[in-house]
């Protein structure tokens, strides 16, 4: 038996695999592939890439969220200007 390097179940029965074969964890479903005698680690898959680059997308629309707030300030300065006026 293995376990998953995600969850920690450690039921997972590798018996009928070979090294480098990928399976699922049944307890949280990550991909797996062995990588020997009961040693399991993440299986390359694109769900991984992909989490990455969202990531990194909603890290740009925070920088893009504070450029906006900046340009409301300089708005809101504009207006007490006039008013001031």
């Not at 293995?2 to 590798?14: G, R, S, Y």
């Not at 992909?50 to 900046?70: K, P, Y």
């Amino acid at each position: 038996m293995a376990t998953c390097p995600e969850c920690e179940f450690d039921e997972i029965d590798t018996a009928e695999h070979e090294e480098g074969d990928t399976l699922s964890c049944p307890e949280c479903g990550k991909n797996l592939v062995l990588l020997g005698h009961d040693e399991l680690d993440f299986a390359d898959d694109d769900d991984d890439d992909d989490l990455e680059d969202d990531e990194e997308d909603d890290e740009d629309e925070d920088e893009e969220d504070v450029d906006d707030d900046d340009d409301l300030e300089d708005d809101e300065d504009e207006v007490d200007d006039e008013e001031d006026a």
